[in-house]
């Protein structure tokens, strides 16, 4: 029985417990047998939570001996395989509970065995068993159940109770315990990204770009759980100011030195940076390492494993300049991405009809175009449909131009829809308007954007032609004699105004982006001028996972 490993693992997840179960761990370092009985310094125990899934309401056992209500579980016998085998044995003998009335709830899939939380406390002096004061350190599990045939054996309580799930959170005994076994009911993203890693992903060291944005927080805090994050550095136009804080006080390093165009400039301070660490693995969204890769390899050698990326703009930088000395792994054309990818349309045509709707503006009664019908152009397009609007499209690619016109789009050309449309989202992540494209807007359009300005816009020399007013908040026109039209955000994703809501399916995203931090090391993934993505298995296996772990909850 490795009780040692299952605290080992414990306590990586609960680092701010290593304190108060100091005796356990000096108990372990020690050649003495921690779960016999008759160890009385302390000795390990072993006990479970059974929560009905209907009512939520808690069984716990009226125990003869100490008169207080507690949960069942008892000592480890030599025949039990593991702390969990021991609870199952408890809760048959002390409840009549059987096997198959009975559903564990992990911390993780991928970890059974592990207690959900480990407990030590003193037992007194017992002088008819004669049994001196000692402590227990209970390994404690946590089980539903939809059966109420409980039948107890009377030589262990008085009798049971199913306590309310607010009453039983009351009591000061279980107070704690409660906010726990509450996370296992209703489990966290948290959950389902440590699902994904696998044993060797704390020696792998990461930075990663990133949104530091409410949805963002689960999957950085994940990176630093299971990796050894060195840092995040933000994307610098979608900073939450609370998330951003709330990071910094959990320890996560945020490598704000670093930028897009630093990085350009000067990719040795980086460098300097990582030559320390072994088996880094960077994670990009957009391509802010592409230029700086090959130097990056040549100072760091095998200690760079290579880097993920999450965009598809990203994702064709990389593949245009990939030298085949490092190795790119990208998610962009996951099928796990689509999801987030059509959400992401819906959030940037919602944020646009809000800042509108403060100019007294509404979309619903405006000509409204869309230059690129990728994924996100499709999920902006469906939005409209809703509001009652057919866009206009142009797209080059002639395959996604006839799925647009399939869709029940107008297809036109970019220069067309210039000129006819009075709200234009842009969604190329191509540079797709410069001065000589802004020249033909319709007097007064507006422009908005799924990306960064410098990835959408190029907004050279339009300054020297146009003169800049802000007319109301994120929303500012550029003027001339005879023409004018308006850029939102200044060019800048609108979403990440408003939280940008993906609800649950950014974590799939994010999820594969773990999985392939987790799987960098594999010899499969070798340098080389070909972008790996993962396999329709893979996929398949983080989406029956999300389904198991984030979808169980709703």
């Not at 003495?32 to 939570?49: L, M, Q, Y």
């Not at 939380?117 to 017992?126: A, L, V």
């Not at 006080?249 to 945020?254: F, L, R, Y």
């Not at 670093?258 to 960077?282: H, I, M, Q, T, W």
């Amino acid at each position: 029985m490795q009780v040692k490993t299952l605290f080992e693992n414990y306590i990586k997840l609960y680092t701010n417990e290593i304190a108060k179960l100091r005796l356990l761990s000096e108990q372990l370092s020690q050649s003495e047998d921690i779960t016999s009985r008759k160890n009385f310094i302390g000795h390990v125990t072993a006990s479970a939570f059974v929560i009905n899934d209907h009512t939520k309401q808690v069984l716990l056992l009226e125990h003869r001996s100490l008169a207080k209500l507690l949960q069942p579980g008892g000592h480890i016998e030599k025949d039990d395989e593991s702390p969990l085998a021991a609870t199952l044995r408890e809760i048959e003998e002390e409840t009549g509970l059987k096997i198959a009335d009975l559903t564990l709830r992990p911390i993780s899939p991928r970890e059974r065995e592990l207690p959900f939380d480990i407990d030590t406390h003193y037992i007194p002096e017992n002088p008819k068993k004669g049994e001196p004061g000692h402590y227990h350190h209970d390994f404690r599990y946590v089980y539903t159940t939809e059966s109420s045939n409980v039948a107890v054996d009377p030589t262990e309580a008085n009798g049971y109770r199913w306590i309310d799930w607010e009453q039983f959170a009351e009591l000061s005994n279980f107070a704690k315990v409660a906010d726990k076994i509450d996370t296992i009911l209703e489990p966290s993203p948290r959950d389902f990204f440590r699902s994904l890693t696998n044993e060797k992903s704390h020696e792998i060291s990461i930075v990663a770009v990133s949104h530091i944005i409410p949805s963002s927080e689960a999957y950085i805090q994940s990176l630093q759980e299971n990796f050894n994050l060195i840092g995040i550095i933000p994307k610098p136009k979608s900073i939450d100011k609370h998330t951003f804080k709330k990071l910094k006080t959990n320890g996560v390093a945020i490598l704000d030195q670093f930028s897009r165009e630093g990085l350009v400039k000067n990719p040795d301070e980086l460098a300097d940076l990582l030559e320390s660490y072994n088996k880094v693995c960077l994670i990009d969204i957009g391509a802010y390492f592409y230029q700086c890769m090959d130097m990056l390899k040549d100072r760091l050698g095998d200690k760079l494993l290579g880097v993920i990326e999450d965009t598809e703009n990203g994702h064709q930088k990389y593949e245009k300049h990939l030298s085949g000395k490092y190795t790119v792994v990208s998610v962009a054309r996951s099928p796990l991405k689509d999801f987030e990818d059509q959400l992401v349309g819906h959030s940037v045509a919602h944020a646009t009809e809000t800042i509108l709707r403060q100019i007294n503006t509404l979309i619903t009664y405006k000509d409204c175009g869309i230059i690129g019908y990728g994924k996100i152009g499709r999920g902006i397009s469906d939005y409209l449909k809703q509001r009652g609007v057919r866009p206009r499209v142009s797209e080059i690619n002639a395959v996604r131009a006839i799925q647009a016109s399939c869709d029940g789009m107008a297809i036109c050309s970019t220069e067309d829809l210039l000129k006819k449309s009075d709200v234009i989202f842009c969604a190329t992540g191509a540079r797709a308007l410069d001065l000589l494209k802004f020249r033909d807007l319709k007097k007064g359009a507006f422009l908005t954007s799924v990306t960064s300005s410098d990835d959408e816009f190029n907004l050279q020399f339009v300054d020297s032609e146009y003169k800049k007013n802000k007319i109301a908040e994120n929303i500012t026109r550029y003027s001339k004699r005879g023409h004018n039209f308006h850029l939102l955000n200044d060019g800048n994703a609108v979403n990440f105004l408003y939280s940008a809501a993906v609800d649950k399916y950014i974590n799939l995203v994010q999820g594969e982006l773990i999985f392939s931090a987790s799987n960098l090391a594999d010899v499969k993934h070798k340098p080389s001028k070909t972008i790996i993505v993962n396999s329709s298995e893979d996929c398949e296996n983080i989406a029956r996972l999300w389904l198991d772990v984030v979808m169980r909850a709703s």
